[in-house]
């Protein structure tokens, strides 16, 4: 059983940040791709960022764009994220993913991926 392991997240102001860590604990080199979603309560789960490590890739969602930054290490199986001017839209739980998919393409749909951290909340106050 492949193992997630998620940190960071919690309470944060509107305007302010927070950061997000996640390791794939299994350290084979079958992963690939690794990648952060978000989730409301009762609704699917929302493509956030993506790396690609065979292709040297991240991509990030529009609304991450500018606001989400992307860390990863292909050799420690880790990927962070850094979110700066928080808005209370993105209080969710978040997610992170880990796939063996071997495509070309970036992943940004969770069917892709089949390994999955625990979720930590990150809640904005207004």
């Known amino acids: 059983q492949v193992q997630l392991a998620q940190v960071g997240g919690g309470t944060a102001q509107a305007g302010g940040s927070s950061r997000l860590a996640c390791t794939i604990l299994d350290q084979s080199s079958r992963f690939l791709n690794m990648a952060w979603f978000r989730q409301y309560p009762g609704k699917e789960r929302k493509f956030v960022v993506s790396?690609?490590?065979?292709?040297?890739?991240?991509t990030y969602a529009d609304f991450a764009k500018g606001r989400f930054i992307a860390s990863t290490n292909a050799d420690e199986k880790s990927l962070n994220l850094y979110m700066d001017r928080l808005q209370p839209q993105d209080t969710a739980v978040y997610l992170c993913?880990?796939?063996?998919?071997?495509?070309?393409?970036?992943?940004?749909?969770?069917?892709?991926?089949?390994?999955w951290g625990q979720g930590t909340h990150v809640i904005v106050s207004s």
């Open positions: 790396v690609n490590w065979n292709q040297n890739s991240t």
């Open positions: 993913a880990a796939s063996d998919l071997i495509l070309t393409a970036p992943l940004t749909e969770a069917w892709q991926f089949n390994y």
